[in-house]
């Protein structure tokens, strides 16, 4: 496969795209906690959303653990948005601290394909598997 | 020159895409989403467009209809990380020329741009 070439102006640009992306996933991760009902389905749909296109934009770069790591919050997301009853702050946490490790990549993109995100994924595969089958 | 007008709501997307087509020498216009997309198309007649379905507000299927039916025959490729196979075939039945996955080949990627821009 011949992939698009990615030099240090193109990191720049990917960079500063994930830091207009990272806080808008961060309050609407917070503000799912707190939404009413009736608006919960429209803020998972545009944090859903919001983390595709980050894990959009990692493949481009070719960072295969922060796409892993997006895929896996797109795929817990999706459980609450069937189950909005996990809206709540010990499933939140869980995706709060899979976006500390994005932060951590954004940090430093050219070293963040060394991050290790085995404990994240595992936490977020747990969840996922046992709510997949309560919903 | 061929104008390609990209819609994508990815800044990141729309630089890295902009960056190949203008190394094949083609001029790039760009959307951040199906509303304004449509209204450039309108406005500037495109020689092709690189559409994201996955897109705020109006989405990418929902501005495919649209161009089709202002612009039968301008190609437009959906460029997009969806892989489900309902969606492709609801884009190709929508008139899309054809439907790429993200990340994309850049090698085969090329050879579609030239396809859809022969002639041009």
Redesign the interface.
């Known amino acids: 496969?011949?992939?698009?070439v990615i030099d240090e102006e193109?990191w720049d640009?990917?960079k500063?795209?994930?830091e207009?992306l990272l806080p808008n996933i961060e309050s609407g991760l917070l503000d799912i906690e707190t939404s009413g009902r009736d608006q919960l389905g429209d803020k998972l749909a545009?944090l859903m959303?919001l983390v595709?296109?980050l894990?959009?934009?990692a493949?481009?770069v070719?960072l295969k653990n922060m796409v892993d790591l997006c895929h896996a919050m797109e795929t817990l997301l999706g459980i609450i948005s069937a189950n909005p009853v996990l809206a709540k702050p010990s499933i939140v946490s869980m995706l709060l601290g899979a976006l500390d490790k994005l932060k951590a990549m954004i940090d430093n993109p050219q070293e963040a394909a060394g991050i290790d995100i085995e404990r994240e994924l595992f936490v977020l595969g747990l969840a996922t598997g046992r709510f997949r089958r309560d919903s | 020159m061929p104008r390609i007008l990209m819609i994508d709501d990815s800044m990141f997307q729309r630089f890295s895409l902009g960056k190949l087509l203008t190394g094949l020498g083609h001029a790039t216009l760009e959307a951040a989403d199906g509303v304004s997309g449509l209204r450039l198309a309108e406005a500037e007649h495109p020689d092709m467009v690189i559409l994201d379905l996955n897109m705020p507000g109006q989405t990418g299927l929902e501005t495919l209809i649209a161009i089709r039916k202002l612009e039968a025959s301008l190609p437009v490729v959906i460029l997009s990380a969806d892989i489900q196979e309902t969606t492709k075939c609801r884009c190709l039945e929508a008139g899309a020329t054809a439907f790429v996955n993200k990340p994309f080949d850049a090698e085969t990627f090329t050879d579609l741009i030239r396809e859809c821009l022969s002639g041009k």
């Open positions: 496969m011949m992939h698009i193109t640009a990917f500063e795209s994930c207009r545009t959303r595709h296109t894990k959009g934009d493949g481009i070719r």
